[in-house]
Nanobody, 127 residues
Framework: QLQLVESGGGLVQPGGSLRLSCAASGFTLDYYAIGWFRQAPGKEREGVSCISSSGGGTNYADSVKGRFTISRDNAKNTVYLQMNSLKPEDTAVYYC????????????????????WGQGTQVTVSS
């Protein structure tokens, strides 16, 4: 069974850090671009970051550039999202998603392009 499982969410104070993990089971992530998305209450889902299947291409939403870093460890079949300098507006449920692709060096942050989704992990930034 193909599955993505997010972990690492929680409650953190403004200015703090969290590292989210997205672990795949039932398939290898080698041929998948991975995206991180988030959805806050009452808001539409938005793309946060993505990483190409090769790891050589990344994209970030303007709101997180310079604060978030995406990376992947194919040996561990896991993708990470390091989130620093967190702000209250980063509060949301964060989802990872996998897109099978033959394009190794690029990724996109359109949710409809992704094939598999995790169940989400809550991130709350509050004092």
């Amino acid at each position: 069974q193909l599955q993505l499982v997010e972990s690492g969410g929680g409650l953190v104070q403004p200015g703090g850090s969290l590292r989210l993990s997205c672990a795949a089971s039932g398939f290898t992530l080698d041929y998948y671009a991975i995206g991180w998305f988030r959805q806050a209450p009452g808001k539409e889902r938005e793309g946060v970051s993505c990483i190409s299947s090769s790891g050589g291409g990344t994209n970030y939403a303007d709101s997180v550039k310079g604060r978030f870093t995406i990376s992947r460890d194919n040996a561990k079949n896991t993708v990470y999202l390091q989130m620093n300098s967190l702000k209250p507006e980063d509060t949301a449920v964060y989802y990872c998603a996998a897109q099978i692709t033959t394009v190794q060096a690029m990724c996109v942050m359109y949710g409809y392009e992704y094939d598999y989704w995790g169940q989400g992990t809550q991130v709350t930034v509050s004092s």
